[in-house]
């Protein structure tokens, strides 16, 4: 039992003296058997409290630590730290938290805050009196990753983690890698092309040995644990063989087109988001890659219509399966443009409405002149914040790229073709920091801003050959204006990936706007709750290519520091089975969520045992067990009693 | 190793050359970022910061957007975890001199350690000194709301936390050097030189504030009133100068504070013409929690575009106008001075198309950021380019963020743009990735 515990009352600058008598709490605490130092401290987690804590340690020869702040989720390390500084094992000390659970949750009641901070710092120092030395688990970690998704993000990340030595399986859910950035000509604010800047990933990674890309490929399934995941992945034939490659080969290229050509099967092209159709067979612009045709696995007929120009076309290929074992995930999913709804601002009602990622692709396709359904376009009206900025709706985040976007496609337009008229109805234009420029640029062009409220939104009507577009016009006055346009671009923003199976396979949280969530926009911004699966780009949030970038670099570099020591430390504080008590009943086996159990023999009879690796330290399994013959590290039935003791007594 | 040693710099004196691999120029929360992830990965790295005290901008900060928890929380570790880590060597007070670039084998440099007066290993930051210094001075740390004295420690949670003598303001009576009980006052110090030899260069050079004493119609340094968002922010912080929001013309609790955004950003006449990317949200930010420490007051934020554009930022500033901001599309004409220390601020009502004039009792100038321009001496002969704006320029943004147009010289944080806190730990993480690539390349 410890009886010489130091105790720290952060005051975490008035967060929590605002509402907590933190002398009061340090009074009453002193009082209790066995605390040997109790202060009050400004910030517990300064450079200056921690030195003063580890010398209180050392000079008082303190046997245990309890630091009475915020969540253990922001700084039970950082304490840990301190006392291993100190030369106490981590293990004995305590956190307890009067911050989230006290002081913000009762700044109505000051007095009763005071209460039951004085009833958690007790209940800590109870549990920490009966702690034990515990070492961390060392567990072995195969420096292989896999990262899920092949746009810009993900292939960045690939090329970064390769470099640093880890086995990288890259697995891409089309047949062709580049995401979004392939399908983007001019990119703001550098002005490279979509293809110049995906080419330039591309080439680095089918030259990089240490990286698998697997194209049409999809994860079915994940089990295992940081350090040692083993998942499944789905591939679909490409029905091409993969010695095809156009680059260079005229006369493969030749071959190709008649294919294309030949093939009877006509869809919409979601390269050209809907506005296009294209063939079964198909490899239409140069900045898909790999440069392989690929065939539509769902939509081809298997007429063999292109095999009579294309030797490559293999229709023996089948799905396959493969299993890959890999210490870490990077997700990098990217988003979906927001598809408006059916009539929201006469959206597939009337022909000339169409979104900002549509208009990108037209222009890349018009090449003198712009037009749309073989109409001349000549006046150009943008509504912003299409399902963005949602007040009613779910949507309610701004999707942060799109203001910037318009106004680069609206210069682009402008610059490209002759007479072009831009209309801008907005909801306050948002180019931050640089972009700012082309806001100017634009607006020197001549281009007409218009700004209307969540209140008053602009009505699109349809007059004969004409489009419409009536806004009460906050700059005026609020005036009623009219615009004329031939062609409406509704500036739609991102959404997370549609149908995306990622989340439920490796259980990533989501945040209120429904993107994937990280632990902390600051302190782990590239992180999530699931050990050694970490996040980035546009899955996570809406982002440009540059933000896509540092965040995939970053979460590059978070992930090659925990998988490529080739160990992870694990927390001690897992279930440890009494083999004495225990007489195999498979109850616990269960309800285990990580299949971290499993049944041996020991002296004649057989017991459950827990798999280090594998198990979380969750405690689902202990009460289920008739025999009590379960413990959890750390939280061992003698700790947890004490510390109810104290907080009701 | 002795901080005192007086050394007669010579670039060949091979023995007294410190090696690293990383130099990072700047110890806030980017530079700190990225020496973690470098030292994380066993790179030796030396950081130099210029100021007394590690921790940039984000240490002074009270709550940030768009969670508000507090940066104190969240910087303090970083800091500390930087200052104690075994393979970075931190020099405060410092500054990079002569970075010159060796053919094919990294970069030589000098870092010159401005003299404390105060030796920095027998000092405990007791603050006796304090008490007897007579020299009372305004206190940059609190942005010149309050004063400190000649000898002191910059701020409670400074790293290191130690004293300093400000000998510009020192008037050498020796009170401090009597009453030191550690013997740490030291007159005799002189600016040190050490020679480094590195191979890779991280700026991490941040931003300043953007002064407003240029924009002469909103009578800042005039009308007492009228303060910058930094000298709010300091108000709102748990170590604020006066445990209260006050004006500071006579120390009345506002009750109706004004906020005007794009003060010095978005501007060309004085020269800022882009935008800062974090007025609004600092504003939006201030005003909420404006309205918790005076729970009586009327805040209204005059503003052009709101840019909420990061992850939770719509939702926070709809939080905002949820709890009563009043948010004006308004472009301030001119600001003047009552006798009673109100202010009226005249402004075009955009919407309604009309100029008007209201009265506030105290106005908030939600200040742009600038470059922190990179000393002309940091370099000796090739340097950085830098952007039209003078932030350095970042030469592949879309593939390699970090990058700039100096091999084996990469950017951080706000030096390469406005960014917020968020944004510069993203961006800091790019920069350290790319420097472990380009030193893996290297050996």
Known sequence: MKNNIGVYICQCGSNISDYVDVEKVRDEVSKIEGVAIAKTTMFACADSTQKEIIEDVRNKKLDAMVVASCSPKLHLFTFRNVAIRAGLNPYHYVQVNIREQDSWAHSDHPAEATLKAIGLVSAGIARVKHSKALKSIDIPSRNAVAILGAGVSGMRAAIEMADMGTEVHLIEREHFVGGRTSQWSQLFT???????????????????????????????????????????IRIIPRYIKADCILKDNQELLNATLKAINACPVEISDDFNFNITKRKAIYKNYHSEFPECPAIDYEHCTKCGECAKYLDAVDFEQKE???????????????????????????????????TLPQFKRLIEMNEKELTYRNKAVKNIAYIYCVGSRQTEGKNNYCSRYCCTS??????????????????????????????????????????????????????????????????????TQEKELEVE???????????????????????????????????????????????????????????????????????????????????????????????????????????????????????????????ESKCKGCGMCLPVCDQNAINLIGYTDKEIESFIDALIS | MNRNRKIDFMINDKDKTEEYDVLVVGGGIAGEEAALNLANQGYKII?????????????????????????????????????????????????????????????????????????????????????????????????????????????????PRIATIDMDNCIL???????????????????????????????????????????????????????????????????????????????????????????????????????????????????????????????????????????????????????????????????????????????????????????????????????????????????????????????????????TSMKGVFVAGAASGPMDIPDSILSAGAASSETATYLRRLS
């Open chain 1, 406 to 475: 318009a106004i680069h496609a609206a210069i682009h337009a402008r610059n490209k073709y002759r007479d072009i008229n831009n209309f801008h109805i907005n909801r306050g234009i948002r180019t931050y920091g640089k972009q700012e420029l082309l806001y100017e640029e634009s607006s020197r062009n001549g281009d007409i801003y218009l700004q209307f409220d969540e209140e008053n939104i602009p009505v699109v009507e349809k007059q004969g050959e004409k489009l419409i577009i009536k806004v009460k016009d906050i700059l």
């Open chain 1, 190 to 232: 550098t002005r490279q092309s979509g293809e110049e800047v995906v080419s330039g990933l591309y080439n680095k990674i089918i030259n990089n040995e240490n990286i698998s890309l697997y194209t049409g490929a999809e994860l079915l399934s994940m089990k295992g644990s940081v350090g040692d995941f083993k998942a499944k």
């Open chain 1, 320 to 354: 396959q399966e493969v299993e890959i074992n890999v210490g870490a995930f990077v997700v990098a999913t990217g988003f979906d443009p927001y598809e408006p709804e059916k009539g929201e601002y006469a959206y597939a009602e009337v022909e000339n409405v169409i």
């Open chain 2, 173 to 403: 009576c020796g009170a401090c050097e009597k009453a030191c009980p550690a013997d740490a006052i030291d007159f005799t110090q002189e600016k040190e030189e050490i020679p480094i030899h590195i191979k890779s260069v991280i700026l991490a050079t941040g931003y300043k504030l953007f002064d407003p004493v240029v924009i002469e119609r909103y009578g800042y340094g005039r009308f007492k009133n009228v303060v910058t968002a930094m000298q709010m922010e300091r108000q709102l912080v748990p170590t604020r100068p006066y445990n209260n929001v006050l004006r500071p013309g006579d120390g009345k609790m506002p009750d109706n504070i004004a906020y005007v955004l794009c003060t010095g950003s978005r501007d060309a006449t004085v020269g800022n013409p882009i935008c800062s990317q974090v007025c609004c949200m600092y504003s939006t930010k201030q005003a909420q929690l404006l309205m918790g420490a005076l729970p009586m007051a009327d805040i209204t934020i005059y503003f052009l575009h709101v840019r909420a554009f990061g992850k939770g930022f719509e939702e926070f500033y709809q939080q905002g106008r949820s709890m009563g901001v009043e948010f004006i599309k308004g472009k301030i004409g001119k600001i003047t001075e009552k006798e009673n220390g109100d202010l009226l601020v005249r402004y075009e009502d955009i919407r309604e198309g009309v100029v008007k004039e209201a009265e506030h009792d105290m106005v908030v100038l939600s200040v742009g950021i600038l470059p922190d321009i990179i000393p002309e001496d940091m370099f000796l002969k090739e340097r950085p380019e830098l952007d039209p704006f003078h932030y350095v320029m970042q030469v592949d943004e879309l593939s390699n963020p970090a990058k």
């Open chain 1, 485 to 611: 346009a031939d062609l409406l671009v509704l500036v739609t923003g991102m959404v997370p990936r549609k149908h995306s199976k990622v989340s439920d396979i490796l259980k990533i949280p989501l945040g209120r706007d429904h993107f994937f969530n990280e632990i902390h926009p600051k302190l782990k911004p590239v992180e999530t709750v699931i050990d050694g699966v970490f996040i980035c780009g546009a899955c996570q949030a809406p982002f440009n290519i540059t933000e896509t970038i540092k965040s995939s670099l970053s979460a590059a570099s978070k992930a090659n520091a925990l998988i490529s020591k080739g160990k992870i430390e694990l927390e001690p504080t897992i279930a440890e089975i009494n083999p004495e008590q225990c007489s195999w009943c498979g109850a616990c086996t269960e309800v285990c969520l990580y299949d971290a159990i499993r049944k041996i023999g020991h002296n004649g009879k057989e017991i459950a045992e827990v798999d």
């Open chain 2, 47 to 159: 950081m130099v910061e210029k100021d007394l005290s590690i921790g940039g901008k984000m240490i002074h900060l009270s709550k940030v957007f768009p969670t508000l928890d507090c940066a104190a929380c969240i910087t303090t570790p970083k800091v500390s975890e930087t200052a104690r880590h075994s393979n970075i060597t931190i020099y405060t007070y410092s500054e990079v001199k002569g970075i010159n670039k060796l053919n094919g084998s990294g970069f030589m440099a000098r870092v010159e350690r401005k003299p404390r007066y105060v030796n920095e290993e027998t000092c405990t930051g007791c603050q006796i000194c304090e008490e007897k210094c007579p020299v009372f001075v305004q206190d940059q740390f609190q942005y010149d709301l309050v004063g400190r004295k000649a000898v002191y420690v910059p701020f409670s949670i400074a790293n």
